[in-house]
């Protein structure tokens, strides 16, 4: 799975949130590490929208403080499912690692 | 950067993502980036310009991704089943092309970051190149194209004398500006106006402000309204009606606290009360006269027909439907009815009453300096794309192994040159960037660099003009630097390199040539304009100005805080300040006069007694205390000088310079010959001094009272005592001293009589002839510093074209020295190899550099357009560069040892 779906994925699995909103809460989920830039973000969404992955609310649902032109997301099942996926791949890929470095007996 | 250009770069970037997303996302994503941005200027400029880079590099990257990706979609395949992505309807013809530009440039980029060392030396050439070039241009369109900030704009015209000069006569007098108003058909509206400084407010809180007086169809001409209340009526401007003024928006906001009540209420203008009918709009200019936008008020011109002085500018706005050659007819009639009705008022030097632009009145010489400027820059850039070209040529042989491979592989021509024209346009793009940013420095260099002001420089900016212009020059000179590399191509080199990639040579040396006599030629041009223009400033600094340039102080004299007869006069302030630095040591001599030298003074009718035919116009009239011609040194010829007693009451007497007394009296009978100071003719118009007629005592030398390249005029000098009060001016204060330590002294002085009240500034005369030759330093510094850009480049250029030919002959010239050929031979033809392409290069420059000198030959002084010696100098000075250029690789050439060029590769 691409960097940035991940990502974004992750920081919906903890609730709607909006584009730039998306951005920080990357920002702090990553340390600083990963920084999604405005076309990359933007267009990663669409991507998740296109797989059914995510969709944007419709603007009856957005909270009420949210201001008239921005734009939530909500993870939907399926982004859930793949989201799970990738860090099942992640986390075989974490125990083969620390198994290398022997951190962890077999 | 600043942050609204990285904001329009990247607003312009966005344009390459697909129309869906970036009308759906787009404001967001620009938020954003703002965001990012600011979060990274806090960290300072380098983070900031590292953020844009970042920010423009992620929409350039995701475009590319999107228009593949599109493609992919797009194809019928098994995944089709999410046909439309974004909902909205998807061009289906214009995407693959699309998608395959941009697989072109992925690759393009790809390849480019292979050779990083390559693509930043030929990003960076060409970034110097577009950078000055757009500088250029911002300046030459922020002040000469762009249109006047008036609405229809072509519409509106200046109505000018042509009396066969190249530039028309601006101004007229009253009476023929109010003649053509009456009997003109072809305008909808004509004006006139004067700049003139006003206090507006009551006695103790007023304040001086900029302010236009109009004639009441102004605001019709330009064709601003009022924001708030009327414009001026027809009955404003007459005798008697009563006083009314329009405010400028910034007085309005700063002094009425942006009143909207305003309109009606009354404010005092020179204490006179005016009432307010209405404020101008926030976005009101007038670039005539620019800083005196705060306040209109009505001007009433009184059309006297014996007033000829010439004061009056014309501003008019054509009729709806009326072409200018209808309007320059109409004018032609108005003309001809005017010299039947007239004939006592015609002068002999108007030819026809023309429409001119702002441009060509207001403008003058800045418009050939900056169009001159621009020129170089453009000539730079030239040789940024031939260096670039010829680097790109040097990688296209050692690429011709991979090139020749793809055309094996079944790849077409038109293909590869493809692929070279998007890695060339690629590596524009990315000097365009790199130039916009060059081009903000280079901007505000220029602004801060250019003596006095220049006409709207606020308008000078990165506005839309200017990034298409960029981008033109982008596009430009990636097409000509990737012809360049594509012309092997074009003829089929590569196709047979395959064959050839074990012998030498390659067939393209003949190109690789050009590009050196190309280059040589156009650094001779800019280098021989910068030589006129270093010439013409050498020159002008070498004129004897007629007075001393060292060891002489000059300053106003400070109006004391209470004003002048708090102190008993002006005269008696003048008196006291000279009698206390007379007294100080190391002063030799102390003055007063109505103005020093190079600076601007006054004018006047004069005539000799008894000659009233015998008029040449205006002379320059100076009034000077005794030791005038101590204080600058200026020798007396013959004659006497002032004492103390040609004072007030004394027979009133004058001195002239000898430029006077040669054309006056060329005799030389000048002493005791009587003139009148203000006889225009055979009336008075001007009554400086006694009306009888004043002795000439002396002659003294001729004073560059104008400026070091204008010849000394014909110049009258009267004891300041005698000048009648309407005529005197707080003078000017002359000390010329020895030794350092005066200065600060003199401005202690003077500072006592300001008290705080006014600024005292004290210059020497060397900082005044400094300061008069801004102009001629400007153009001098900034055409040398393109030319050296250009030498600099040029060197480069031969450096590695030859040194490049050098590596490709390693085995030839390590076959020929194994067979015996001799160091020196080997070493000729390295060295031939370089120069004589220069040198045909500076053939066709010095005849290049004979045409467009022209263009610059009102900016020269002293020294002519062709001038051999400079044209001399400058190739020598080629010459000397491209062979040192040469000989660098040459070195390289004879020291090749045959046994190791000779081994199998």
Known sequence: ?106 | MRAPVARRLYRLALRLLPDPIRRKHGDAMEALFVRQLEVASRRGTAARVAATARGLWDVLARAGYERTRWRRVASPGPSSDVANPIGTSRPTQREPLMASLFHDIRSAARTLLRSPRFTLLAVLTLALGIGANVALFSVVYGVVLRPLPFPEPERVSHLAWDRGGSVPRVTMPAYKVQYWTDHSRAFEAITTWRASTLRVGEEDRSEPVGALRVTHEFLDVVGWSPALGRAFEPGDDRPGAPDVAVLGHDLWRTRYAADPGIVGRTVQVQGTPHSVIGVLPEAFEFPQDADFTDLLVPLRLEPDPLNEGENWAVLARLAPGVDRTAAEADLARVYEAFRTEHPELMNGTDRAMVLASWQSLYLGGTRTVLWALMGATALVLLIACANVGALLLARGSARKGELAVRTALGAGRGRIVRQLLAESLLLAAGAALAGLALAHVWVDALLGLYPGTLPRAGGVGLNGAVMAYAVLAAVATGVVFGMVAAVPVLRGAVASSLRESTRGGTGRGGLRRAVLAVEAAVSMVLLVGAGLLVATLAEVRSVDPGFAVDGVLAAPLPVPPGGWESEGGMRQVDERVRRELAALPGVTAVASASTWPLRRGLNIPVGIQGRPEDFEGAVEWRSASPGYLEALDVPLLRGRGFTEADGAGAPPVALVNEAFAARYFPDGNVLGQRIEIGRYRDRYIDPVLDVGGVEVVGVVGDVREIGLKVEPRRTVIVPAPQVADSWASPPVVLVRHRGDGVRAVMRDVLAGVAGGAAPVEVRSMREVVGASLASERFNALLMGVFALVALVLTAFGIYGVVSYGVRQRTREIGIRMALGADRGRVARQVLGQGMAPVMAGLLVGTGGALLMTRFIESLLWGVEPGDPLTIGAVAVVLATVAAVATWLPMREATGIDPNRSLRPE
């Not at chain 1, 340390?31 to 609310?57: F, H, M, N, Q």
């Not at chain 1, 399926?78 to 986390?91: D, P």
């Open chain 1, 1 to 106: 799975m691409r960097k940035p779906w991940f990502y974004i994925l992750l920081s919906l699995a903890g609730g709607d949130r909006y584009g730039s909103d998306i951005q920080e809460d990357v920002r702090t989920l990553s340390d600083g590490g990963v920084r999604l830039w405005p076309a990359t973000l933007y267009g990663s969404l669409e991507e998740l929208v296109e797989r059914g992955w995510i969709r944007e609310l419709e603007e009856a649902e957005q909270p009420d403080n949210a201001a008239g032109r921005t734009r939530y997301y909500r993870i939907l099942p399926g982004g859930r499912e793949a989201l799970a996926a990738e860090v099942e791949r992640r986390e075989a890929v974490t125990r083969v690692a620390r198994r290398r470095l022997g951190e962890e007996r077999p």
